[in-house]
T-cell receptor
């Protein structure tokens, strides 16, 4: 079974400061890892993914994430947060095993509040 | 290029009724997945359709069923609605079942009273 943990329900950060949203995962095989963002009354918007290769993945809107296999983590980061980054962030995992199909398992989400 | 579209946007139903939600995938995508997002929680996988067949299913009862049409659009049907079925239902599409990201629609907000 695969699972995702996002240990922080909410992260508060001042505009211009670095932003980190934590994510750890558990899968039986090697993972595909994803970050999505959700704005109020909207669907999920893709930010970035780790498939293979470089452990540091760069995505949309200045976000990046670092895959750490030994710590089974995939933390989302942004060097300088904007007020418009305030939203709900979800980490998701998918097992590479073909039998796992395309199913994404999501964490519970972390609300980010960026204050001016 | 239209993204994933879902209809209706909002829906209010009574316990015991049946509901059908609709999804049109992003152009070029042939795989559709459905997720349920309860308030304050992450999305939960319901099932996935590819080549008009249910390929994978999450831990949801048989009251939840679906269909995929030749044009890749999909329907989610829920019978005998319970109060606990109140949630945001999200449709996601992708090109095949490989490692690519899934693109999500805006969702249908279902309220069961």
């Amino acid at each position: 079974a695969q699972s995702v943990a996002q240990p922080e329900d909410q992260v508060n950060v001042a505009e211009g400061n670095p932003l980190t949203v934590k994510c750890t995962y558990s899968v039986s095989g090697n993972p595909y890892l994803f970050w999505y963002v959700q704005y109020p009354n909207r669907g999920l918007q893709f930010l970035l993914k780790y498939i293979t290769g470089d452990n540091l993945v760069k995505g949309s809107y200045g976000f990046e994430a670092e895959f750490n296999k030994s710590q089974t983590s995939f933390h989302l980061k942004k060097p300088s947060a904007l007020v418009s980054d305030s939203a709900l962030y979800f980490c998701a995992v998918r097992d590479r095993i073909k039998a796992a199909g395309n199913k994404l398992t999501f964490g519970g989400g972390t609300r980010v509040l960026v204050k001016p | 290029d239209a993204g994933v579209t879902q209809s209706p946007t909002h829906l209010i139903k009574t316990r015991g009724q049946q509901v059908t939600l609709r999804c049109s995938p992003k152009s070029g995508h042939d795989t559709v997945s459905w997720y349920q997002q309860a308030l304050g929680q992450g999305p939960q996988f319901i099932f996935q359709y590819y080549e008009e067949e249910e390929r994978q299913r999450g831990n949801f009862p048989d009251r939840f069923s679906g269909h995929q049409f030749p044009n890749y659009s999909s329907e989610l049907n829920v019978n005998a609605l319970l109060l606990g079925d109140s949630a945001l239902y999200l449709c996601a599409s992708s090109p095949g079942t490989g490692g690519g990201e899934q693109y999500f629609g805006p969702g249908t907000r279902l309220t069961v009273t």
